[in-house]
């Protein structure tokens, strides 16, 4: 099951700014693991999209627990799963 994790964020561009660095090193080790497999801000920049790999929908809500924009209550995400029949080679 992929899932595609919509956050929205909660503060300002200043407040959120002081999470960011722990919320980047976040993502890098999850990206390095394969749980997620691209992410980027949406293009109004209220918030962002993640799309994880083939994972379980309890590893994505764990992926959502652990980030420190969820942690830090400066973002929440909204979780869509779809089971990814049709994928590119290697994923």
Known sequence: MFHVLRSTYLQPPDVMNQTRPAHL??????????????AGRREDESGAVLITGDIGVEQAQDIVDR?????????????????????????
């Open 25 to 38: 090193e976040w993502l890098g080790g999850e990206v390095a693991a394969g749980r997620i497999v691209l």
């Open 67 to 91: 980030d420190p924009y969820t942690v830090a209550g400066v973002a929440r995400y909204e979780r869509e799963s779809f089971n990814g029949a049709f994928r590119a080679p290697g994923l």
